[in-house]
């Protein structure tokens, strides 16, 4: 069997998988998030922990040979390790703030947009860039005992197999500090962060990614193991999104938007990032949205409503949500896709006291399916798209969102980033795997025609409204 790693931001997977790519088990453990005064930390040991157990219990449940392993997990942070792969510290997670100002200062005097020409990523508070720098200034004594600064399944990947120093990937690397020409760090952008005393930190970039063999834990000793990509392009792959044009639109906690693509750009407003993949030459252009379910989700605890009740309330309404609309900017560090906001926020307007429950249900997703149709479409997709993440349970509101983007959706279930991780580790060793077979989606949603045109003018209507409310959010 193959199995695939993945190391979420709340919950760990292993999945199982034959050689046809028919999923034979999946294994989950939660970690824990510290959240206190804008800093998001997570315990390193807590993780991985989760990895070996997850994985003993997978080997344990389907008791078949491992051929090889995939690894991939949540990107960006800071994860500060010795020379063994253990924690300095507490991990800062993407999600953490603290960075902030530094971010601020950065967008006033010309920083930001420089390092997005130079290297193709629009930075946000929980980057490696912003983060590093921010430790430097109040935490220095960390920095002072790491071996390297990593992300978090490289610091897995390096406990797991015993590696002698840290590594990283391209995928990982390419935020904010990689150039996506060369494939090596941009010192120059290290330098315009302030972080030069601090080279020394990034861990070598594996290209391609690093394989090892695991020495026991969780994982039978010899298994082959590769370190790659993180989640966002493992979805990619696992989605089968290879081919320039087309994309996929990962529906979780947050929104993330990705168009395969062999064209870089770094003209056009500064946002998101290019993912450069293991093909030189071919990258993703990613649009990381802070919007997502967990915009729903506020509303449906706002609203007393349950999830199992979603689909249903979604029919209890008409398209236009009876002139409900939604901005769907509900996250406190604003938005970083397809555009830089840090004080957007979320909007309701057009609710009555004749507006119900399934009315800002409705306008909710959506305003999400307005949002990932401005991120598809900075990102350039031109081709087809494959949508996958938790919002695909809901069979109503991936019509609606077929409606929404005016096209079908290839929806993708199952452990699609685990998917991910194994297609990419059976590349790294050679491996023959029918790709077309494991990337198979579970079914395609048509979008209807009639509706699909109402909403193309609610789109336009959209961005106007947005682009209104960006200009108060900067005064």
Sequence with gaps: MFVGIDVGTSMVKAAAFDGGGRELGVEARPVGLDLRGGAVEQDMEEVYGAVVAVLGALTARVPEPVELAGLTGQGDGVWLVDGAGRPVRPAASWMDGRAHELVDQWLADGTFETVFRRTGSAMFPGCPGPLLAWLDRYEPKALEAAAAAVYCKDMVFQRLTGAARAVTDV???SMPFLDPRTRTYD???????????RRGLLA????????????????PP??????????????ALGAGVTAPGDGLLIVGTCLAALVATTDLDLGGEPAGLYISTDRPGHWLRAMPAMVGTAALDWVLNTTGVRHEEVDALLAATPPGAHGVRVLPYFAPSGERAPFVEPRLRAELTGVSLESTPADLIRATCEGIGYAARHCLAAAGLTGTLAV???????????????????????????????????????????????TAAWTEPTRVVEPDADRAAYYAKGYEEHLGRLAEARERARR
């Design 171 to 173: 995928s990982d690397a």
């Design 187 to 197: 010192n120059r952008v290290v330098e315009l962060l302030g972080l030069t005393h």
């Design 204 to 219: 070598p970039v594996s290209d391609p990614v690093a394989t090892g063999a695991a020495r026991g834990a969780g994982l």
């Design 222 to 235: 010899g298994t082959r193991l590769a370190n790659g990509p993180y989640d966002l392009p493992a979805c």
């Design 388 to 434: 996958c993440g938790g919002g695909t349970r809901s069979p109503a509101w991936m019509r609606l969102l077929a409606d929404v983007l005016g096209r079908p959706l290839r929806v993708v279930e199952g452990e699609v980033g685990a998917r991910g991780a194994v297609l990419a580790a059976a590349e790294r060793f050679g491996t023959a795997l029918d």
